[in-house]
């Protein structure tokens, strides 16, 4: 039986404006019992703009729900419009900046270098990345996922000592699977989530491989979670859909009694 805490993150993307990510907060927090924080970690991850209302929120009436950025500027300061910065995100106590998610890699170019630095500027501020990983449909058609999300955590984590590594988060995440209604089976997910602790095991030994918790995500729901959970290597989920309805995400917290 592992000792990581499942950690369960709804990843908002491009939804819910300020006054809409503090309703949402406040119905979630209504939502969740005291029983369902109880060996769960549950993580919101709204836009840059909600983030000072859920801050407020959370920090003002003392939720338990964990909050952080979707991405995390390379740099701390500077001449870098529109780029937000880890000690600006510190500064908002946000515990988690997501990195290398598959919008952004498809969307704004970010390779596995921009990826790398924007860990290494996590860390730098006391936040914990959520490296995300995965393959397309191509690689997958070709089997080739494994040494393909392998090669994106090697190139991500390049540099990255080990007492900041058993910190992270990782989330697998195949490509094909986000937003199509697509989910990875178990053994799918188990199979590359496997993989990725084997790989961590090699780069920081088997004691850091083991404290890292790795979600899988893509098409999460209330229905599926329980068979992705109960695999050995899965620590979670990054929930994209599913986490803008309270109900639907409440079920994926409580992903034991699905
Ligand atoms: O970050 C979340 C993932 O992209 C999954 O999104 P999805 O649950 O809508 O498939």
Redesign the pocket.
């Known amino acids: 039986m592992s000792s990581r805490t499942p950690i369960m993150a709804g990843?908002w993307k491009m939804n819910l404006n300020h006054l809409e990510a503090i309703s949402h907060v406040q119905k979630l927090a209504f939502t969740l019992d005291e029983k369902d924080y109880e060996g769960t970690e549950v993580v919101v991850l709204p836009p840059f703009t909600d983030l000072r209302s859920v801050q407020s929120l959370v920090n003002g009436d003392k939720l338990k729900i964990g909050f952080g950025a979707q991405d995390i500027s390379v740099h701390d300061s500077g001449a870098y419009t529109g780029e937000v910065s880890g000690p600006m995100l510190a500064k908002l106590n946000c515990s988690y900046a997501v990195v290398g998610?598959s919008e952004r890699r498809q969307y704004h170019g970010e390779d596995e270098a921009v990826c790398n630095a924007k860990v290494k500027a996590a860390f730098r501020n006391d936040i914990v990345p959520i490296l995300c990983v995965g393959e397309g449909l191509d690689v997958r058609k070709a089997g080739n996922q494994v040494p393909h999300t392998l090669a994106q955590v090697d190139g991500a984590l390049e540099g990255v000592p080990a007492e900041q590594a058993e910190r992270l988060v990782i989330a697998y995440?195949p490509v094909w699977?986000?937003?199509t209604g697509e989910v990875a089976t178990p053994e799918d997910a188990q199979e590359v989530c496997g993989a990725i602790r084997g790989r961590l095991a090699e780069l920081y030994g088997q004691d850091v491989a083991d404290k890292v918790r790795i979600q899988y995500?893509?098409?999460?729901k209330g229905d599926n979670v329980n068979a992705i959970m109960s695999q050995p290597d899965v620590d979670g989920a990054?929930?994209?859909?599913?986490s803008l309805n309270t109900e639907e995400f409440a079920r994926i917290v409580r992903f034991r009694d699905q």
Do not use: D, Q, T, W
């Not at 995500?217 to 999460?220: H, I």
């Not at 990054?238 to 599913?242: D, K, Q, R, S």
């Open positions: 990843n998610h995440e699977a986000i937003g995500g893509g098409s999460v990054l929930v994209g859909g599913a």
